[in-house]
């Protein structure tokens, strides 16, 4: 499909012949007619025969297809310094309010953000398309909360991102996703602010988040 878009199909009909389609994507002519077929019965592109080949136009669906992946792209080589995400409020297993409550982090969260963390995450759980931002987020510089000794264990390092909540006009600026280094949850962020959440925003489980990330700087390797 961007084969197609790049020759002009995301704005008008074009004509290729299953052998260019082919050669240009390294593929048999059966392959490539079997890719095109494929487009088309998933309501990506419009097809209809002609002589020496077919004439195609991809459809508003292969359309937003390609825009999801260009934004996907933009993200991991860092052209958008903020993402938005939407994500449903959970309520958490209480790990994370453990692990931020514990001295080290607390002097660098002070420190850092300028702000003492209340005792408890906010969890968010994102949709599964979602997830790409995620891993564009871990991509970025971030703010580093490094890992200390205490009371005899360890405790790892993190990366806070700067955001803000919104749900309807409701808005809390001062807040932070935390990233430890170690997680489990890939479509969960958890969120950290000077208040509880929950309490000024009389949030409860299902509620409906748009989250506002400040990527800050991207490393790209």
């Not at 996703?177 to 958890?190: A, G, L, N, Q």
Request: net charge neutral; charged share 25%.
């Amino acid at each position: 499909m961007k084969f197609i878009a790049l020759q002009g199909g995301t704005r008008h009909p074009i004509h290729i012949s299953s052998t260019t389609l082919s050669k240009n994507l390294g593929v048999s002519q059966q392959s490539a007619s079997r890719y095109l077929i494929e487009l088309v019965d998933n309501g990506y592109v419009e097809r209809r025969l002609a002589q020496g080949g077919q004439v195609v136009t991809i459809l508003k669906s292969g359309i937003s297809v390609l825009n999801k992946e260009f934004s996907e792209y933009s993200l991991i080589f860092g052209t958008e310094k903020e993402i938005e995400m939407k994500g449903m409020l959970e309520t958490g297993l209480g790990e994370g309010g453990y692990y931020i409550s514990k001295e080290g982090y607390m002097k660098q969260f002070q420190s850092k953000l300028k702000w003492k963390p209340y005792e408890g995450t906010f969890n968010l759980r994102l949709n599964d398309d979602e997830v790409p931002k995620i891993e564009a987020m871990k991509a970025a510089e971030g703010i580093l909360i490094e890992g200390f000794e205490q009371e005899g264990r360890t405790f790892g390092k993190a990366w806070v991102f700067k955001c803000s909540l919104k749900n309807g006009e409701k808005i809390v600026e001062d807040c932070a996703i935390i990233s430890p280094k170690r997680t489990h949850y890939r479509r969960v962020v958890e969120v950290i602010s000077p208040i509880f959440l929950r309490d000024k925003l009389k949030a409860v489980d299902g509620a409906i988040f748009t989250i506002k990330d400040d990527l800050g700087d991207i490393l790209i390797a």
